[in-house]
């Protein structure tokens, strides 16, 4: 998922100087579990903001699992408060910079409203784990190496992103020589090939990564899903689960 924070209050402020009406719009995936953007943050995002004297024409707060970045549902709630954003001059999205252009070139191309908007948080990156702790897992960057390297992406893992380790600075412990406070990403991928008795591979020189896939912004297309029949194949695990 994609790793944030929140920005500070004064750079929030500062992108809203001059504008009055604003609308307050969050996100039910990412920034839920980062509360950089759940229905608790907007609620409290809109409080902030109208002691800061704004007038919040909107708070347009998404449940859990109802992404920005998804428009077959995050569509529905810009809909319901269209009238509110072609009134409004400035939207404030606390989403990652996904969710905000999205929503942005959804209200011009498909409802013609062009308006400021503006982010609440800053986007870090591809994060996994939880609940508390999140470690920053994958670039995205089009040419997975984990395949080589045990399932460890060196790319992330390791301060200088070799593919061909570990370095000559690679402290006792295994610890890392640029944060010593970590580990060396290819000390882990040496004791798990160890441990799935495959070091031979250790033996083998990984080319230079293919940045070509890099090369932005990227385009995919898929088949659409039928998103009743999804979220009614949610309800029947979350049940078989006893939750």
Not at 108 to 114: A, F, Q, R, S, Y
Request: hydrophobic share 35%; aromatic share 6%; with cysteine.
């Amino acid at each position: 998922m994609m790793g944030q924070v929140r920005k500070p209050l004064e750079e929030i402020l500062d992108f809203l100087r001059g504008k009055k009406k604003i609308v307050v719009m969050g996100c039910g995936g990412c920034a839920t579990i980062f509360h950089t953007g759940g229905l608790k943050e907007v609620k409290e995002m809109v409080e902030t903001l109208k002691k800061e004297g704004k007038e919040v024409l909107a708070e347009i707060g998404l449940p859990f699992g109802v992404f920005c970045c998804y428009l077959p549902m995050s569509s529905m709630f810009v809909k319901k408060f269209q009238k509110e954003i072609e009134e409004c001059e400035a939207i404030l999205m606390m989403s990652c910079g996904d969710g905000l252009q999205t929503v942005r070139r959804f209200l011009e191309d498909e409802l013609g409203i062009v308006k400021p908007l503006y982010p609440s948080n800053n986007a870090l990156g591809f994060f996994g784990e939880g609940p508390r702790e999140f470690i920053e897992k994958c670039l995205g960057c089009g040419e997975c190496e984990i395949g080589k390297t045990a399932g460890i992406c060196p790319l992330t893992q390791c301060a200088k992103g070799l593919l061909n380790g570990p370095c000559g600075g690679t402290r006792p412990g295994g610890k890392c020589e640029v944060d010593p406070e970590k580990d060396c990403a290819w000390y882990l991928i040496y004791q798990r090939l160890k441990k799935l008795g495959e070091l031979d591979k250790l033996l083998k020189i990984n080319p230079p990564h293919n940045w070509r896939k890099t090369l932005r912004p990227r385009k995919l297309e898929v088949e659409p899903i039928d998103l009743h029949e999804k979220l009614k194949e949610t309800k029947e695990v979350i049940q078989s689960l006893g939750i």
